[in-house]
């Protein structure tokens, strides 16, 4: 089983960007945790951060060639980019979504998520675990349960 784990923008900044707001794990942090977390349920992750929406979707345009599926953080794109939606939408691999935070209780602009429709299931509002808990869900996901 083979999972990407997609992070969009500012991610990379994870540890010293509002860490009252999004902890103080940082990217390089995550990715070694969602290694170790794949490893131990029997998959293989690959980690990818971009700020640029175009190579976010490049990335899951490839990884429908050799994902089973993916966990995706698209950062401030979830709220203003249809692209995303439609290459999540055709990729046809399930895709979770994840947030650091809990966006229902921000700002109003960041309460709509344009990709929520698309994806298989969304996590928000546990910090880095959002992730651990988006990977395990896909994981069941993927393996039936």
Not at 50 to 64: F, K, T, V, W
Request: with cysteine; proline share 2%.
């Amino acid at each position: 089983m083979k999972i990407l784990i997609l992070h969009g923008p500012n991610l990379n900044l994870l540890g010293t960007r509002e860490p009252q707001v999004y902890g103080s794990t940082t990217l390089d942090e995550v990715n070694q945790k969602m290694m170790d977390l794949g490893k131990a349920l029997g998959a293989e992750v690959s980690c990818f951060q971009s700020n640029s929406e175009g190579a976010l979707i490049d990335a899951l345009h490839e990884a429908r060639t050799w994902a089973d599926g993916a966990v995706f953080n698209a950062g401030g794109y979830t709220h203003t980019s249809v692209a995303l939606r439609d290459a999540i939408s055709a990729i046809e691999i399930p895709v979770i979504e994840v947030h650091l935070s809990n966006v229902d209780a921000r700002e109003e602009f960041r309460q709509r998520s344009l990709i929520s429709a698309v994806c298989k299931g969304k996590v928000g509002g546990f910090g880095w675990r959002s992730y651990e808990l988006g990977l395990r869900g896909l994981v069941d996901i993927i393996k039936g349960r």
